[in-house]
Nanobody, 125 residues
Framework: QVQMVESGGGLVQAGDALRLSCTPSGRTFTLYTMGWFRQAPGKEREFVAGINYSVGRTDYADFVKGRFTISRDNAKNTVYLQMNSLKPDDTAVYYC??????????????????WGQGTQVTVSS
């Protein structure tokens, strides 16, 4: 069973930066599509960013464009989320997701096979 493991969350002030990392534990396969989602208290889980394996094509939610950058290390099956210019509205639990399939449906929860337990990001004003 593959479990995605996130790290890098924490408490920061508005305008600060954080870098999240996510890597699989257990038996691993090539994870062709990887993404980040987030869920704030009282809200549904929402798509943040996604990236594919080969050409590194990326997709972002409008509310993070220009501030967040997703990247990956294919050799390590690891995905990163660099978050700059953080805002209090970015406060949420951030989840990593991965798929064994090639897909462009980055924002579709159902496109992913494996999920992490989440890492808390809190941005104070």
């Amino acid at each position: 069973q593959v479990q995605m493991v996130e790290s890098g969350g924490g408490l920061v002030q508005a305008g600060d930066a954080l870098r999240l990392s996510c890597t699989p534990s257990g038996r691993t396969f090539t994870l062709y599509t990887m993404g980040w989602f987030r869920q704030a208290p009282g809200k549904e889980r929402e798509f943040v960013a996604g990236i594919n394996y080969s050409v590194g094509r990326t997709d972002y939610a409008d509310f993070v464009k220009g501030r967040f950058t997703i990247s990956r290390d294919n050799a390590k099956n690891t995905v990163y989320l660099q978050m700059n210019s953080l805002k209090p509205d970015d406060t949420a639990v951030y989840y990593c997701a991965a798929s064994r399939s090639i897909t462009n449906a980055y924002a579709d929860h159902g496109a992913y096979d494996y999920w992490g337990q989440g890492t808390q990001v809190t941005v104070s004003s």
